[in-house]
């Protein structure tokens, strides 16, 4: 440990102390891209928010996050044509999570991370539990819900029920839907 203030800790002498010591200490060390740091952050959010699995399904080597922080979009390049990106998610403040879009989860549910099995019809607003045949146990309520139709995503949102709920119970808001796909 090495003393750098000369009275104040913020003055201009104090702080050129500093500099000069950081210097010398990381001389030799390559420097850290900040994407790096971003993408390990996304992948903290991804692994508390679904688990280590499900985020290493999300975050493979082609996928990045892009914008100022809390609203980081989630991107993945297809590595033959580098100009050909899908958007996975986007991390809000008002969730403090990311919210899937289509493309992301469709990666999650060929794994049946977060799927809600349901009838089959035309959504066009929320999901009702009667539409539910079967539900994952481990969703909980405000967790990102995959609804799926026959192995098809059929779309994507937050449950307001958890998964045993939605399962069991024949009346109520199971998802509210953010994104739905056109059939």
């Given amino acids: 440990m090495e003393l750098t203030a000369v009275g104040d800790p913020t ?14 200490a990381a001389e030799g060390m390559e420097p850290a891209d900040y994407l790096d740091d971003r993408n390990d952050q996304i992948r903290s959010v991804l692994e508390f928010q679904f688990g280590r699995e499900a985020a290493g399904l999300l975050m493979d080597g082609n996928t990045y996050a892009i914008g100022k922080f809390p609203y980081w979009k989630l991107f993945r390049e297809n590595p033959e044509n580098r100009s050909e990106k899908v958007q996975l998610g ?17 990666i999650l549910a060929e794994k049946g991370f977060n799927t809600v ?3 089959d ?16 146990p481990r969703i909980r309520i405000g967790d990102e819900a995959i609804a799926v139709c026959g192995g098809e995503v059929r779309g994507v949102g937050v449950a307001m029920m958890c998964g045993r709920e939605m399962a069991d119970l024949k009346r109520g808001i199971a998802v509210k839907m953010r994104h739905r796909s056109r059939r």
């Fill in 11 to 24: 003055s201009p002498a104090s702080l050129e102390n500093l500099d000069k010591v950081l210097r010398a």
């Fill in 117 to 119: 099995e349901i009838m």
């Fill in 121 to 136: 019809f035309e959504m066009k607003g929320s999901l009702f539990a009667v539409g539910v045949i079967s539900a994952d």
């Fill in 90 to 106: 986007m991390m809000t403040p008002e969730r403090g999570m990311v919210s899937l879009t289509l493309d992301g989860a469709k």
